[in-house]
């Protein structure tokens, strides 16, 4: 087999158990590329994502992305707060885990 595909191939496995390990495995695809998108958008805003940047950043659409963001709020995983700087605009903040 190609090394390229190897690589991807291991690099996949490793995610797959990191969500096992993260007990984020339940979650859909959509989910999960929302809540990766909100966990690297956040790396520099401590826990903190404008859900503008998270669509724009996702590449889905905005309803896709608010139907998500929903969904992993039912689930306890974010919430939202209105932004400081501009009412119509909802700040998603990551919920903190325990280990």
Same mark, same amino acid.
């Given at each position: @087999? ?7 191939? #291991?690099?996949?496995? @490793? %995610?797959?158990?990191?969500?096992? #390990?993260?007990?984020?495995?339940? %979650? ?12 690297? =958008? ?17 590449? @889905? ?7 998500? %963001? ?5 689930? =306890? ?8 700087? #501009? =009412? ?5 903040? %990551? ?5």
């Amino acid at each position: @087999m190609n090394k390229f595909y190897e690589n991807i191939g #291991d690099a996949l496995t @490793m %995610l797959k158990g990191l969500e096992n #390990d993260l007990n984020i495995k339940h %979650l859909s695809p959509n989910e999960l590329k929302v809540f990766y998108t909100i966990i690297i =958008g956040s790396e520099y805003i401590k826990g903190r994502s404008n859900i503008t940047e998270i669509v724009k950043k996702s590449g @889905m659409s905005r309803s896709t992305v608010y139907k998500t %963001l929903r969904k992993l709020s039912s689930q =306890g995983i974010i919430q939202f707060s209105q932004s400081e700087y #501009d =009412g119509r605009e909802s700040i998603v903040i %990551l919920n903190p885990v325990s280990s």
